[in-house]
């Protein structure tokens, strides 16, 4: 299959007079059509950069941009609108502007001089609105939705613009969890069902890892490229945060804070209630897998009628029952300032 | 679509009864029989009514009209060009770079050359004056903006080109002597009456390339609104665009300033007041929309401005600013939302 983007030797970054300031170089990535791509790194890393140079919002310090075998530069303005669209990060605010009306600013590169909406593109408009599900808001202000409704409607309006592919910098960025998952879900869908080709960058690690085909990770002097999995086996994913507190647990996928264990304790138990025990013993600063196998404590998970009990036994042999697990913590965390 | 259209001919046809009325009104009481004949005859009876009529308050409403509109194109375009609501064609020092080159005229030049200038030559010289003073400075801000992307950038230089072409002309006002000086500020107070037949020659056309040019920036002003970014990323040609709205601002707000002296606060007052009319933001509608209500706004100010029977004519850019700060008060107040356009 054909490469729907490739670049050759790209350099991207800033030009400032005779200065130039080189943030990633020489890049040659491949993207194949319908794939959704999260692109991943710290702040000033260069994402943004990257994708300003991507969507030719500036041009790039060495090489070259390919879209469907064709250099962007050699791309007349409105031919490449109706090739690529770009959502920023920037929110809009326009009085007196509805969700319908702003998604018909994508239809601007197909309408005449006068930005007269012809039928056909009224009809582009609806379907981009019902495309993102926000048929019951269409002729609500955008000043007065929500942020991530906000976000839904400037996904419409690139949706109208009609492009193969779609490049977002941070869609997720002012969003609560849950719309940050429904919006990249929502990215990840119109791959599958349009064909779409998307690019976005975003601090949500987590979130890219369960919905992009692939992950462009930006680290200083390195870039990373593969399925999230495929990542994660080649402990790449790790390995960005080898500077930082966190810790990627590669058998969970998940992330957390690196502590030292302040005890041990033994801890038996099964099921669901065993695995949340010990991620509350863990916050409070006990692991519970001790090489040398000397615990502190012993705890075990029981349940008796439909009830759970956490019986704790101390050293000197006496035991405590707890009805919760913040009695638990709450019994065991001046145990721990103490030692 | 339907309610635009009511509001759009509520509009007109208020406009053309205030047009009426400013025919009507003035210094000079003339009846109404006589006004009537002497615009479809050109003969009001007595020949000072005539002269009246047709050489003074009939160039005098035209002019009203033709610079409340192009004032108030003019605001709505900066403003959705900067996307700030405070910008007019003030803001940007057009007013001000128009000032300086009537300045170097009437103080300048004619104190240090020692010609004086008289009549309808010195006139010209002063339209002439304004306008490259009003592109020289628009054109510095356009190489500027071909060199600094941001936005706000361009618009505090603006505001600093201004006060620079401020602060030379006081200088060349302390140098000046008496008459010249007096003759000056004459100028900057503004008066629609200056403009007489032979000037509405080149005023209606001068208007009128700045109206057409901005009839073809409606959609580029449209992809302006969100931003350059956005707006390049739908196709727009972000330079060209600048440059056309930029070119038809300064013919528009630097032709009105050079005939009839500075007027503020018609071009920031205006766009706001058509944006809460028609509660839209397609500058399709706010263009046209401004055209109409721009030209009301400035007939009434001139008919504020003129004590029938008292012979007293005030500054036209007093009444404008008298009526322009409130509305911009008014605004900020009634739903502060003038922190966006």
């Known amino acids: ?163 193969d592919i779609i490049v977002l910098d941070e869609p997720t960025a002012f969003l609560d969890m849950p719309n940050k998952f429904e919006v990249v879900h929502l990215l990840c869908e119109l791959t599958r069902k349009k064909q779409k080709t998307i690019l ?25 490229d593969g399925a999230p999995e495929d990542l994660v086996l080649q402990h790449s994913i790790s390995k960005i945060f ?74 000197n042999g006496s035991g405590l029952r707890f009805a919760s697990i913040y009695e638990l913590t709450t019994f065991l965390k001046p145990t721990i300032t103490s030692k | 679509m339907k309610k635009n259209l009511v509001i759009f001919s509520t509009l007109t046809i208020s406009l053309l009864g205030v047009f009426v009325a400013d025919l009507f009104w003035g210094s000079v009481h003339i009846p109404v029989k006589n006004i ?12 000072e009514w005539t002269l009246i009529v047709l050489d003074f308050r ?26 700030n609501p405070l910008a007019g064609p003030y803001t940007l020092g057009i007013s001000s770079g128009a000032s300086l080159g009537v300045a170097f005229v009437l103080l300048g030049f004619s104190s240090v050359l020692g010609f004086h200038l008289d009549g309808i030559a010195a006139n010209w010289v002063i339209v002439i004056s304004a306008w490259l ?25 603006g505001i600093m080109f201004g006060s620079v072409s401020t602060a030379i002309v006081s200088v060349l006002q302390y140098f000046s002597n008496e008459v010249l000086l007096k003759s000056f500020l004459v100028w900057t107070m503004g008066s629609l009456g200056n403009v007489s037949g032979t000037h509405l020659w080149v005023l209606l056309p001068s208007v009128g390339i700045g109206l057409i040019i901005s009839l073809l920036t409606i959609k580029m002003l449209n992809l302006m609104l969100l931003g350059e970014n956005y707006a390049r990323s739908m196709g727009l040609n972000v330079n060209l665009a600048r440059f056309l709205i930029f ?51 400035m007939l009434v100010s001139d008919l504020i401005s003129q004590i029938p029977g008292s012979g007293m004519v005030l500054p036209i850019n007093t009444v404008t600013a008298l009526l322009g700060i409130p509305v911009v008060i008014w605004i900020i107040f009634r739903n502060q939302r003038i922190s966006s356009i």
């Not at chain 1, 080189?22 to 260069?46: D, K």
């Not at chain 1, 031919?79 to 702003?102: G, P, Q």
């Not at chain 2, 400075?137 to 936005?151: G, T």
């Not at chain 2, 706001?272 to 109409?292: E, P, Y």
């Open chain 1, 1 to 163: 299959m054909k490469p729907i983007i490739e670049t050759s030797l790209l350099s991207v970054g800033y030009r400032n007079g005779t200065q130039t300031r080189e943030i990633i170089s020489e890049l040659n990535v491949s993207v194949n059509r319908g794939e959704l791509i999260g692109i991943i790194g710290q702040n000033g890393i260069g994402k943004s950069t990257l994708l300003r140079t991507l969507t030719q919002l500036q041009p790039p310090l060495k090489g070259n941009v390919l879209i469907d075998g064709k250099d962007i530069a050699h791309f007349p303005k409105n031919e490449f609108a109706r090739k690529v669209s770009f959502v920023s990060t920037e929110i809009i605010r326009l009085n007196h502007c509805t969700v319908r009306e702003l998604v018909a600013f994508g239809r601007y590169p197909y309408t005449n001089w006068f930005g007269k909406l012809t039928q056909e593109d009224e009809l582009a408009v609806s379907e981009a609105i019902g495309m993102v599900g926000m048929n019951n808001l269409a002729h609500r202000h955008i000043n007065e939705i929500s942020d991530g409704e906000r976000q839904r409607a400037m996904i419409a309006r690139s949706l109208a613009q009609d492009t």
């Open chain 1, 200 to 224: 976005f960058s975003s601090h949500d690690l987590n979130i890219a890892m369960k919905e992009a085909d692939r992950l462009w990770l930006i680290m200083p002097d390195t870039f990373l």
């Open chain 1, 242 to 315: 080898e500077q930082t507190r966190l810790k990627f647990d590669s058998r969970k996928g998940e992330f957390s804070i690196r502590r030292k264990p302040v005890g041990y304790c033994q801890l038996t138990g099964k099921g669901t209630p065993l695995i949340w025990t010990k991620k509350a013993l863990e916050r409070i600063g006990f692991d519970t897998e001790s090489e040398t196998g000397d615990y502190a404590f012993d705890i075990d998970v029981i349940e008796i009628s439909h009830s759970l009990f956490w019986d704790l036994k101390l050293p």
């Open chain 2, 36 to 47: 009537l004949q002497a615009l479809l005859w050109g003969n009001g009876g007595k020949e």
């Open chain 2, 58 to 83: 009939l160039p005098k409403a035209l002019t009203a009209v033709l610079a409340g509109s192009a004032l108030s194109i003019s605001g709505l375009q900066m403003q959705t060009m900067f996307r």
């Open chain 2, 133 to 157: 003073g009003a592109g020289a400075v628009l054109l510095l801000i356009f190489l500027v903006s071909l060199r600094i992307n941001d936005i706000m950038t361009i618009l505090i230089l």
């Open chain 2, 247 to 297: 070119f038809s601002t300064s013919i528009l707000a630097g032709s009105i300033t050079a005939f009839c002296g500075p007027i503020g606060f018609i071009g920031i007052a205006v766009p706001h007041i058509c944006r809460m009319l028609f509660k839209t933001s397609d500058q399709k509608v706010l263009l046209f929309a401004c055209i109409v209500v721009g030209a009301m706004l």
